[in-house]
């Protein structure tokens, strides 16, 4: 009972991260584990999102190696609770990396 309910809050932050990521340019395949890979758009690449992040206290992982995965930055989910706050991180983040791209 406790598992599935995690797994529900879990799905229900899956949502919610697939919704303001595509809204900000990112491409989100389907992925069933308790993670969300996020494929950047192009005027944010994976390192800079990563240190944006990590400036606001989020940390996630990238910079895959294999040629397929270059591009994607790995989130590890969990429900609205947690997940609400980080993507108001991760719009802040891009707005000003792409605030930055624009002024460059």
Request: one cysteine or more; hydrophobic letters at 40%.
């Amino acid at each position: 009972e406790i598992t599935e309910e995690f797994r529900i809050e879990v799905e229900a932050g899956r949502q919610i991260l697939i919704k303001a990521a595509a809204d900000l340019g990112f491409s989100a395949p389907t992925c069933s584990g308790n993670f969300q890979l996020l494929e950047c758009p192009s005027q944010v690449t994976p390192a800079n999102l990563m240190v944006g992040l990590r400036e606001r206290g989020y940390l996630i992982k990238g910079g895959f190696m294999h040629p397929s995965l270059r591009n994607y930055v790995r989130v590890t989910l969990d429900g609205p609770d947690v997940i609400e706050p980080f993507v108001g991180k991760l719009i802040e983040t891009v707005m000003t990396l792409t605030h930055m791209s624009i002024k460059n």
